[in-house]
């Protein structure tokens, strides 16, 4: 039988082949894996009016400024990833840094086309999967080649020209794949037929779409939901995404408002207030020993006997008597002295175990699995001395979930829920979290955020969807 040529010196090449799909060399790695956890004590915060932004508000290659409101945006973005099934409304999206080979390559494609308005989307996203491929750019023919010339410059050409891969002709594929590891054979085929796909000049956009995307998958589970909302780091806001199929996806932006909390001298708030819109204050029961959680030996719960609700700016209040208790964080002292303490003398545990102890320790589990998704955002991770040191000490935001969740279960069911300003408390409680996130991270409140759709790429709730490269292109 004839044998096809050069094939004995391709097979001395199959180990660098196999190494071209190791993890680390991946031209894109990035996954759920790498993005902060969702921050589900803020889901009650579901808003419906946003207000849009334009263009012309942002400055050319710049970022979104953006005083604190709500706000909405639809852009470009780019399918991430070859043989997955485009976003659908179940699945959520989380912001996650770029990671890969040539991570910072893709990041800056991206960045430019937003800029490059004369570069059709398709062209682009036709680029991002023969990179995806490790096409060498400089074998691109058609209008993929002219995306290349217009997105990427001259380094960075020849950088991925170094790690490129050519393509074969299937007879070469077809003798190749019985010698690799039979995971990696429908991807090293699939890639190279893009490769062909992209160097031949003559296929379709249409042709290469319906190679690359695949059907959704039924038992493909899905982990993370849609409709959380998630802390950007690099913008000092909250961001969440809602796509429309993998070309485009809606971006909505928050950013809280500042909030003024009271403490009383043991360490307790009294009240939360957005200045000249609302209030919220409670007042104690000091007639009732405090109660020391078992678990957070620092969390005392004391009795509240009211409620005093305010709109400030309807010169609105009302008062609502109920029972109810919160707790606050035990502060010890430090080097610089300025402490609350919550308790003046030793407080030991009740004899017999309060009735409501088992609705008080949930929500203890509810602060801690806050506390526990704050401390996932990388910029967290990078500043983790600090958690250690204790500043910035999380303690302010588990108060202020406790207070506001506690609020929220002491008006259940009273005449307070007929009142429709003050069903508001939801948002308002919101708000206050949303603000002490920000405080923690030491971002500023109250006067702006920047913000620049393309500092994050959206990675899939579920191990089969598509990772969509966001632009900031309208």
């Known amino acids: 039988m004839q044998r096809l040529p050069r094939v004995p010196e391709l097979g001395e090449q199959l180990p660098r082949l196999e190494r071209l799909f190791a993890p680390d060399q991946s031209p894109l790695t990035t996954s759920m894996s790498d993005a902060p956890m969702p921050l589900r004590c803020l889901d009650t915060f579901q808003p419906s009016v946003y207000q849009p932004l334009r263009a012309g508000d942002r400055p050319s290659g710049g970022a979104w400024r953006l005083a604190p409101g709500l706000y909405e945006i639809t852009v470009h973005s780019f399918c991430g990833r070859h043989?997955?099934?485009?976003?659908?409304?179940?699945?959520?999206?989380?912001?996650?840094?770029?990671?890969?080979?040539?991570?910072?390559?893709?990041?800056?494609?991206?960045?430019?086309?937003?800029?490059?308005?004369?570069?059709?989307?398709?062209?682009?996203?036709?680029?991002?999967?023969?990179?995806?491929?490790?096409?060498?750019?400089?074998?691109?023919?058609?209008?993929?080649?002219?995306?290349?010339?217009?997105?990427?410059?001259?380094?960075?050409?020849?950088?991925?020209?170094?790690?490129?891969?050519?393509?074969?002709?299937?007879?070469v594929v077809r003798r190749l794949l019985p010698q690799v590891r039979e995971a990696l054979r429908p991807l090293i085929e699939l890639e190279n037929r893009v490769r062909r796909y992209?160097?031949?000049?003559?296929?379709?956009?249409?042709?290469?779409?319906?190679?690359?995307?695949?059907?959704?998958?039924?038992?493909?589970?899905?982990?993370?939901?849609?409709?959380?909302?998630?802390?950007?780091?690099?913008?000092?806001?909250?961001?969440?995404?809602?796509?429309?199929?993998?070309?485009?996806?809606r971006l909505r932006l928050w950013v809280p408002q500042p909030i003024a909390v009271e403490y009383d001298s043991r360490g307790r708030i009294v009240s939360m207030a957005r200045a000249g819109v609302w209030r919220i204050r409670v007042i104690y029961d000091d007639g009732v020993e405090p109660w020391r959680c078992p678990r957070e030996p620092r969390w005392l719960a004391y009795r509240f006997h009211t409620v005093q609700f305010e709109r400030l700016d309807q010169s609105l209040a009302h008062t609502e008597s109920v029972e109810g208790w919160l707790f606050a964080v035990e502060k010890r002292a430090t080097a610089a002295g300025s402490v609350r303490v919550a308790s003046a003398g030793r407080i030991g545990l009740f004899q017999r175990t309060p009735s409501w102890v088992n609705r008080w320790l949930d929500r203890v589990d509810s602060a801690n699995q806050t506390r526990r998704e704050l401390q996932s955002y990388p910029e967290l991770a990078e500043r983790g001395s600090r958690w250690v040191r204790g500043e910035p000490s999380a303690d302010p935001l588990m108060d202020r979930e406790h207070y506001v969740n506690g609020v929220r279960d002491a008006i259940r069911g009273t005449s307070a829920e007929r009142i429709e300003w003050i069903a508001e408390t939801h948002a308002n409680s919101a708000e206050a979290l949303a603000n002490a996130i920000n405080l923690l991270n030491q971002l500023p409140t109250g006067s702006s955020a920047d913000y620049d759709p393309t500092g994050s790429l959206a990675a899939p709730g579920s191990q089969g969807g598509q990772r969509l490269l966001v632009s900031g292109r309208l």
């Open 83 to 171: 043989a997955s099934y485009a976003p659908h409304k179940a699945l959520g999206y989380l912001p996650a840094p770029y990671k890969g080979r040539t991570a910072g390559i893709f990041h800056n494609l991206v960045r430019r086309y937003t800029e490059r308005e004369e570069v059709e989307w398709s062209d682009a996203q036709a680029l991002v999967w023969g990179l995806l491929s490790r096409v060498k750019p400089s074998a691109l023919k058609g209008r993929a080649r002219a995306a290349a010339e217009r997105l990427l410059t001259p380094q960075e050409i020849r950088e991925l020209d170094g790690v490129g891969v050519d393509a074969l002709r299937d007879e």
């Open 198 to 249: 992209l160097t031949e000049g003559a296929r379709s956009y249409q042709e290469l779409e319906q190679l690359v995307m695949r059907p959704l998958d039924p038992n493909d589970k899905i982990l993370v939901e849609p409709k959380h909302w998630y802390w950007h780091p690099r913008g000092g806001c909250f961001v969440r995404y809602e796509p429309n199929g993998f070309s485009r996806v």
